[in-house]
Nanobody, 119 residues
Framework: QVQLVESGGGLVHPGGSLRLSCTAS????????MTWYRQTPGKERELVAS????????NYADSVKGRFTISRDNAKNMVYLEMNRLKSEDTAVYFC????????????WGQGTQVTVSS
């Protein structure tokens, strides 16, 4: 059974840090692009950071560059999002996505984890 499970969300003060984890099961992430998205009520889901299947090359939304870092551990089948210097505008539900580099129909989503940045 294919599954993505996010964890690590919570409430943090502005300027604080959180580390999100995404655990994959039922498939191997080594041939997948792994991406973190986020969504707030009434807005479209937006890409935060992605890691491709070739050497884990990373791309980031301009709004998080220099503050967030995506990493992956193919051996553990996990992806992480290190979030530093958090701002109130980072408040959202964060989703983990896996998209196969070879089979377009293999596109998987987790259920999301809430991140709230508030004083």
């Amino acid at each position: 059974q294919v599954q993505l499970v996010e964890s690590g969300g919570g409430l943090v003060h502005p300027g604080g840090s959180l580390r999100l984890s995404c655990t994959a099961s039922g498939f191997t992430i080594s041939s997948f692009a792994m991406t973190w998205y986020r969504q707030t009520p009434g807005k479209e889901r937006e890409l935060v950071a992605s890691s491709n299947h070739i050497g884990g090359r990373a791309n980031y939304a301009d709004s998080v560059k220099g503050r967030f870092t995506i990493s992956r551990d193919n051996a553990k089948n996990m992806v992480y999002l290190e979030m530093n210097r958090l701002k109130s505008e980072d408040t959202a539900v964060y989703f983990c996505n896996a998209r196969s580099a070879y089979y377009s129909q293999d596109n998987f989503w987790g259920q999301g984890t809430q991140v709230t940045v508030s004083s």
